[in-house]
């Protein structure tokens, strides 16, 4: 027989006690929100799966994704993940050099943005390319390469599953929205989202300073959510 505790353990020994919020300070965490309980009756609606706490280089490197989403440019590649990935993958061809070469070679005044592909082997990276003279990375330049991402790894289903950066924090390739700020966290997903992406995407490290913000970890999020934004409670 089963010897029952009055509540679930997360950790062997001591460890729940010692990992209490208000007993030590554990550094930089979120709050987890659970949209909905299981069922046994699964919702087949397609989600983006928010990817708090994993790292993305490494679950590459692990050969957990087959393709992955992210930006590049014509100019300088030094600081992207796609230059990171090609020096770390073993068997990939590229490097920052013929990576920024490849995109500049696309990089014509003809105003659309563009998805390069770059087979690193273990991995296909699917690139944005924002339209030579565009500053930024624009929400609506997301919009359009997310459909266009979309459509490929429909077509081809060994480029699933797929991963993608969240686009928020970049350096080289900022994302704006209409008013020239950074977008929201969640306008990134609702526009992947209604591009037609439902692959994983790894949040920005910036998020994990606002603790005291609840996160859910799929989108679409909840319809509580706006509930509350509506005046519900």
Same mark, same amino acid.
């Given at each position: 027989? &089963? ?7 997360? %950790? ?6 010692? !990992?209490? +919020? ?13 949209? $909905?309980?299981?069922? +046994? ?6 989600? @983006?799966? &928010? ?20 930006? !590049? ?7 992207? *993940?796609? /230059? ?14 013929? *990576? ?11 105003? +659309? =943005?563009?998805?390069?592909? @770059?087979?690193?082997? !273990?991995?296909? =990276? ?20 997310? +459909? &266009?991402?979309?459509?490929? *790894?429909? /077509? ?5 599953? /797929? ?6 924090? $970049? ?10 700020? #950074?977008?929201?966290? #969640?306008?990134?997903?609702?526009? !992947?989202? #209604?591009?037609? %992406?439902?692959?994983?995407? %790894? ?7 606002? /603790? ?6 799929? %989108?679409?999020? $909840? ?11």
């Amino acid at each position: 027989m &089963i010897a029952r505790v009055n509540s679930v353990r997360v %950790y062997d020994g001591d460890g729940d006690l010692l !990992m209490l +919020k208000d007993r030590q300070d554990l550094g930089e965490r979120i709050t987890l929100v659970p949209d $909905a309980l299981p069922s +046994k009756v699964p919702d087949r609606t397609p989600r @983006i799966r &928010i990817m708090w706490g994993q790292h993305l280089l490494e679950d590459l490197l692990l050969g957990r994704y087959r393709s992955l989403v992210c930006a !590049m440019n014509g100019r300088d590649n030094t600081r992207g *993940i796609i /230059s990171q990935l090609a020096t770390l993958l073993p068997t990939s061809q590229w490097d920052e050099k013929s *990576i920024t070469a490849h995109a500049a070679h696309f990089s014509v005044p003809d105003g +659309k =943005v563009k998805v390069l592909k @770059i087979d690193m082997d !273990m991995v296909e =990276v699917l690139a944005i390319l924002r339209p030579a003279g565009s500053q930024y990375l624009t929400v609506d330049h997301l919009s359009h390469a997310m +459909k &266009i991402v979309a459509d490929m *790894i429909r /077509s081809n289903t060994d480029r699933f599953p /797929s991963a993608s950066v969240s686009f928020l924090g $970049a350096h080289a390739n900022a994302l704006v929205d209409r008013s020239g700020a #950074e977008p929201s966290f #969640e306008t990134v997903l609702r526009t !992947m989202h #209604e591009a037609g %992406y439902t692959g994983d995407v %790894y949040p920005p490290p910036a998020l994990w300073n606002v /603790s005291d913000v609840g996160f859910f970890a799929r %989108y679409p999020f $909840a319809p509580a959510l706006d509930d509350l934004r509506s005046g519900g409670f």
